[in-house]
Antibody, heavy 123, light 106 residues
Framework: EVQLVESGGGLVQPGGSLRLSCAAS????????MNWVRQAPGKGLEWVSY????????YYADSVKGRFTISRDNAKNSLYLQMNSLRDEDTAVYYC????????????????WGQGTLVTVSS | SYELTQPPSVSVSPGQTASITCSGD??????ACWYQQKPGQSPVLVIY???KRPSGIPERFSGSNSGNTATLTISGTQAMDEADYYC?????????FGTGTKVTVL
């Protein structure tokens, strides 16, 4: 059974940092790309970042570029999101989601999602 | 930036057909997919590559994509289908989600 379990959320002050983790199990982690998606309270879904299976390709949403860093450790079956210079508008539930590697003309959907971890940015 | 626009809400009677649209510039030239999200739960993929259903998704869910509009159709809607639905596509700068549609089964 595919499982994705996020952790690391919590309350942080504006300008602070937080590192999210996503522990994967039930599939060959090193064969899949991974994503972070967030959802502000009562709002819609917002894609945050993508990392390919080998970490060779990384994309960020404009809203987090230069502040967030996605990474993965295939030996530990884990995905990470380092979040710096946090703002009030970064308050959201953060989900990790599995997808395939992006190929020319093919952008895979997110077929499994974790339960999410809440990040609250407030003074 | 690329935008995908959905109607905020759609109401449907049990057993009837619900259609949810997703509009974006030349969306038909891209692959669209759809996610269902029930209150307090994580999203679930219900349609990918415009019209394909993942394993375990009921046949009453179908999709199409042409021109500037992708459509998710729920035939014979059931009370359990009441949820928020989001379309998704790829923009050259990243994945984009639609604004979301709340489906109410009256």
């Amino acid at each position: 059974e595919v499982q994705l379990v996020e952790s690391g959320g919590g309350l942080v002050q504006p300008g602070g940092s937080l590192r999210l983790s996503c522990a994967a199990s039930g599939f060959t982690f090193s064969s899949y790309s991974m994503n972070w998606v967030r959802q502000a309270p009562g709002k819609g879904l917002e894609w945050v970042s993508y990392i390919s299976s080998s970490s060779s390709t990384i994309y960020y949403a404009d809203s987090v570029k230069g502040r967030f860093t996605i990474s993965r450790d295939n030996a530990k079956n884990s995905l990470y999101l380092q979040m710096n210079s946090l703002r009030d508008e970064d308050t959201a539930v953060y989900y990790c989601a599995r997808s395939g590697d992006i190929l020319t003309g093919y952008y895979p959907p997110f077929d499994y999602w974790g339960q999410g971890t809440l990040v609250t940015v407030s003074s | 930036s690329y935008e995908l626009t959905q109607p905020p809400s759609v109401s449907v009677s049990p057993g009837q057909t619900a259609s949810i649209t997703c509009s974006g510039d030349k969306l038909g030239d891209k692959y669209a997919c759809w996610y269902q999200q029930k209150p307090g739960q994580s999203p679930v993929l219900v349609i990918y590559q415009d019209s394909k259903r993942p394993s375990g998704i009921p046949e009453r869910f179908s999709g199409s994509n042409s021109g500037n509009t992708a459509t998710l159709t729920i035939s014979g809607t059931q009370a359990m289908d009441e949820a928020d639905y989001y379309c998704q596509a790829w923009d050259p700068r990243g994945y984009v989600f639609g604004t979301g549609t709340k489906v109410t089964v009256l």
